[in-house]
């Protein structure tokens, strides 16, 4: 900075600094506090898969490190790329104009706009950024609404449909969830293989398209994150009426082939239950 700086601009200066390291290091950090929280009480799966728990955390605890770090260099040293500060400020000076194309043209005032386009671009991003790491910090951790579900429902219901054990039905499905009974309900040529097969199936409770005599087991499975969440659901024989949409129940029963070679569960025994700590499947 030049020695000649007037007050009015050096504080001009070290508040863009101090914006510029809040964007940066400060909501980066935020962001790794919350990640880490979340991970040390097992809340972390409410928005990963178990498998990224480790690198998310991992990575907050890195991005940490560099938070700490950043503190060693002076405020301001972002915007200094290494340029040469002890030049001739002559330069800085303002030509006249005679010499300066843009002030003969008129360019002047169109350059200072988009200075001030780009500024009010920067606040609004920076207020938008604080105000979504903001809410992440304060309101409490929630897994995907069972709108989302509804609204996402018929998306992508075979979620492993090229495997052709469940295609042929020779699958053992002694550990399905309802995301792979999801996909032998979609896929399975082979039905009668799956008659009778014995289940054990939690999810929430969504209205069926078939008709008043059937609900929908309704469950969220993500690969990654609940970004790439896809709805599974199983059409289950039970009164719509008995329970309400969204209402977490525990089915025990079993697979049922249709005349017409469609699948359906019918229940020997549905327990309400309430909400999983791990609301989704894998």
Not at 6 to 25: I, K, N, Q
Not at 176 to 189: E, H, I, N, P, Y
Request: charged share 15%.
């Amino acid at each position: 900075m030049s020695e000649h700086t007037s007050p009015t601009e050096h504080t001009s200066a070290r508040a863009r600094a101090l914006a510029t390291r809040w964007l940066g290091v400060g909501l980066a950090t935020l962001v790794a506090v919350v990640t880490l929280g979340l991970g040390v009480t097992g809340r972390l799966t409410l928005y990963i898969s178990p498998e990224s728990v480790w690198f998310a955390c991992a990575a907050a605890v890195v991005t940490l490190a560099g938070a700490v770090w950043s503190f060693t260099l002076p405020l301001g040293a972002e915007g200094d790329h290494g340029h040469d500060h002890g030049h001739d400020h002559e330069s800085d000076a303002a030509p006249d104009a005679d010499a300066d194309p843009d002030a003969r043209s008129g360019r002047r005032p169109a350059r200072s706009s988009r200075r001030t386009a780009a500024v009010v671009g920067s606040v609004a991003g920076g207020v938008v950024a604080t105000g979504v790491v903001a809410a992440a910090l304060v309101l409490p951790p929630a897994s995907l609404s069972v709108e989302l579900a509804m609204s996402r429902a018929g998306e992508q219901s075979a979620l492993f449909a090229g495997a052709d054990a469940v295609t042929l039905g020779v699958a053992d499905t002694s550990t399905f969830g309802v995301g792979d009974w999801a996909s032998v309900f979609a896929t399975a040529t082979n039905t009668t293989a799956y008659d009778g097969a014995p289940v054990t199936l939690i999810g929430f409770v969504t209205p069926a398209a078939s008709g008043d005599d059937d609900v929908n087991l309704t469950r969220l499975v993500i690969t990654h994150c609940v970004i790439d969440a896809q709805t599974a659901t199983l059409p289950v024989t039970v009164d719509p009426g008995e329970y309400p949409t969204g209402q977490w129940v525990e089915v025990t029963g079993t697979v049922k082939a249709d005349a017409d070679g469609a699948l359906r569960v019918v229940p020997t025994d549905v327990v309400a239950i309430d909400e999983p700590k791990d609301p989704y499947e894998y």
